[in-house]
C-alpha cells in the first residue's frame, strides 16, 4: 500500500494564481482531511470530509475549496492565491466508526511558497 | 482556537530520562491521539486513549488521561536521541463535531546524546 500520496511536494506560486493540490489514499478510508501547518504551529484543520459527496469547512476554510467524488481522492483548490496561504500543506486519511474518528494516516507534505 | 494546548512548548533532556508532555482541551471528546513529527515530515500516530480509559502504554509511551481536568499526559521513558521531535495532541469531541479532529500547537523535545 502506497498509504496517503500527495502532489506536488513543493510549489511557487504568484498572487492571484490558482491551483490544486492532490491527495490520495488507498487504504479505503472514509475520512479524509486537509491540514495547514505555519511555522512554530500545530495544525489547523481546513476542510474534512466523512465519506464520498460529503464535505465540511474545518477552522480556515476561506480561500481554499474541496470536493470529495471518489473515496480516493480529495483534491484541495487554492482559488487566489495569497501570501498568507505560504504554508506547509499536510493531507490525511483515517477510519471512522460509531460517529469517531480512529487514528490518522498522513502524506509526506507539500510546502507552498506565494509571492 | 485550536481545543487542545499543550505544555511545555520545549523540553530538552539527556538521552536515558523520561520526558513529559502535558495536553488540556476544553470540550467533551470522545478520544485523544498523540501524533510525533520529525522536522519537515508528516506526523505518525502513537496512540490513542478513548474516554472512557485513564491509562494506555504502547512500549516506552505512557499515556494517561484525566476527563474531570480535561486533560492528558504523554510520558516517553528512557529517551534516546531518535526521539528528539515536536509531539502533537489532537482532540477528537464527535457528536456535531464528528470529522474535526483539532491540534494542539505542540511540544518540541529535544533528545541529547
Known amino acids: 500500500n502506497a498509504g496517503v500520496t500527495q502532489t506536488p511536494k513543493f510549489q511557487v506560486l504568484k498572487t492571484g494564481q490558482s491551483m490544486t493540490l492532490q491527495c490520495a489514499q488507498d487504504?479505503?478510508?472514509?475520512?479524509m482531511s486537509w491540514y495547514r501547518q505555519d511555522p512554530g504551529m500545530g495544525l489547523r484543520l481546513i476542510h474534512y470530509?466523512?465519506?464520498?459527496?460529503?464535505?465540511d469547512q474545518g477552522e480556515v476554510p476561506n480561500g481554499y475549496n474541496v470536493s470529495r467524488s471518489t473515496t480516493e481522492d480529495f483534491p484541495l483548490r487554492l482559488l487566489s492565491a495569497a501570501p498568507s496561504q505560504t504554508s506547509v500543506y499536510f493531507c490525511?486519511?483515517?477510519?471512522?466508526?460509531?460517529?469517531?474518528?480512529?487514528?490518522?494516516?498522513f502524506g509526506p507534505g507539500t510546502r507552498l511558497t506565494v509571492t | 482556537s485550536q481545543q487542545g494546548e499543550e505544555d511545555p512548548q520545549a523540553l530538552s533532556i539527556q538521552e536515558g530520562e523520561n520526558a513529559t508532555m502535558n495536553c488540556s482541551y476544553k470540550?467533551?471528546?470522545?478520544?485523544l491521539q498523540w501524533y510525533r513529527q520529525n522536522s519537515g515530515r508528516g506526523l505518525v500516530h502513537l496512540i490513542l486513549?478513548?474516554?472512557?480509559?485513564r491509562e494506555k502504554h504502547s512500549g516506552r509511551l505512557r499515556v494517561t488521561l484525566d476527563t474531570s481536568k480535561k486533560s492528558s499526559s504523554l510520558l516517553i521513558t528512557a529517551s534516546r536521541a531518535a526521539d528528539t521531535a515536536s509531539y502533537f495532541c489532537?482532540?477528537?469531541?464527535?457528536?456535531?463535531?464528528?470529522?474535526?479532529?483539532?491540534f494542539g500547537q505542540g511540544t518540541i523535545l529535544t533528545v541529547h546524546p
Open positions: 490525511a486519511s483515517s477510519y471512522g466508526r460509531g460517529g469517531e474518528i480512529y487514528e490518522q494516516y
Open positions: 487504504m479505503n478510508h472514509e475520512y
Open positions: 470530509s466523512v465519506g464520498a459527496g460529503i464535505t
Open positions: 470540550t467533551s471528546i470522545n478520544n
Open positions: 486513549i478513548r474516554s472512557n480509559e
Open positions: 489532537a482532540t477528537e469531541a464527535g457528536g456535531t463535531s464528528y470529522g474535526k479532529l483539532t
